[in-house]
């Protein structure tokens, strides 16, 4: 989202539920969510996801910039 300018700051819309991120039982979504808020990496409510911790995320997702193959500086997109 940062790499294509939608964000404000670290924070960005989140408007979708849990249910709605994938095919992940919704019971693995929501522990995924809560240790990512319990590490105090992700503040999410009222449809909207804050980046609390980027490099604490990156390394939490093993994030590899780049996979996105943007032109120019990979680390933009971190």
């Not at 992940?24 to 996801?49: F, K």
Request: proline share 4%.
């Amino acid at each position: 989202m940062k790499a294509v300018d939608l964000t404000e700051g670290d924070q960005c819309d989140w408007p979708i539920t849990q249910t709605e991120i994938g095919d992940a039982p919704t019971v693995h979504v929501n522990h995924s969510l809560q240790e990512l808020r319990g590490d105090a990496l992700i503040e999410l409510r009222a449809g909207s996801l804050k980046i609390l911790n980027w490099e604490g995320l990156k390394e939490a997702g093993e994030f590899d910039p780049t996979y996105l193959h943007l032109a120019g500086d990979a680390e933009r997109a971190a």
